[in-house]
């Protein structure tokens, strides 16, 4: 999956050493953070080339008269602009395939983490009082119905956060400033 070579013929050495990065030979040897920083120096080329592209398409429309007649004059700009675009895409997939490992890890040591905790065997199995599995006080079981409503707490609080409701607060709190400051003027 390689960039087509007439887009490359257009890119200066240091351009076509950037793109070249983005082969998916060099893209493996990465780790999260470089294909990130990657990522970034590619999507500023790739901005910038696309800048300069309708900067200058937008002024030959006035000189050719009309965006057909000015776009073959800019056709540089336009294929330095695709090549870029071609190569983010690259390294976008590369650094989402990173991203989700990354996030898989992480679960993965959490849950180890979490059932390490709940048996007694790992790092956090010190902060429990003593005699207590779940560490709670003997005898102070808890219902299904507290652990659904605090396993969905916050979740729940969440789906209240609409535009609406927003607007709702919002307008709660500027009438009850108005009150104070109505108040403070008296």
Not at 15 to 30: F, H, I
Not at 58 to 81: C, D, F, I, T
Not at 115 to 128: E, M, S, W
Request: positive net charge; without cysteine; hydrophobic residues 35%.
């Amino acid at each position: 999956m390689t960039i087509n070579a007439s887009l490359i013929a257009v890119l200066t050495d240091s351009e076509r050493l950037l793109v070249a990065q983005t082969e998916p030979g060099e893209l493996a040897a990465l780790d999260e953070d470089a294909a990130v920083e990657l990522h970034d120096r590619i999507r500023r080329a790739r901005n910038k080339y696309a800048g300069q592209y309708r900067r200058t398409a937008s002024e030959r429309v006035r000189q050719a008269g009309g965006r057909g007649k000015a776009r073959p004059q800019n056709r540089h700009a336009a294929m330095k602009a695709e090549a870029f675009e071609e190569a983010l895409s690259r390294v976008s997939r590369r650094v989402a395939v990173l991203a989700r490992q990354s996030a898989s890890d992480l679960r993965a040591e959490r849950i180890h983490a979490a059932r390490a905790a709940r048996t007694g065997t790992g790092p956090a199995a010190g902060t429990r009082p003593a005699g207590s599995a779940t560490g709670r006080p003997a005898g102070t079981a808890r219902s299904s119905q507290s652990r659904r409503s605090s396993a969905t707490g916050p979740v729940a609080d969440r789906s209240h956060r609409t535009p609406a409701t927003a607007k709702r607060r919002a307008a709660t709190r500027a009438s009850g400033a108005r009150r104070q400051a109505a108040k403070d003027s008296r």
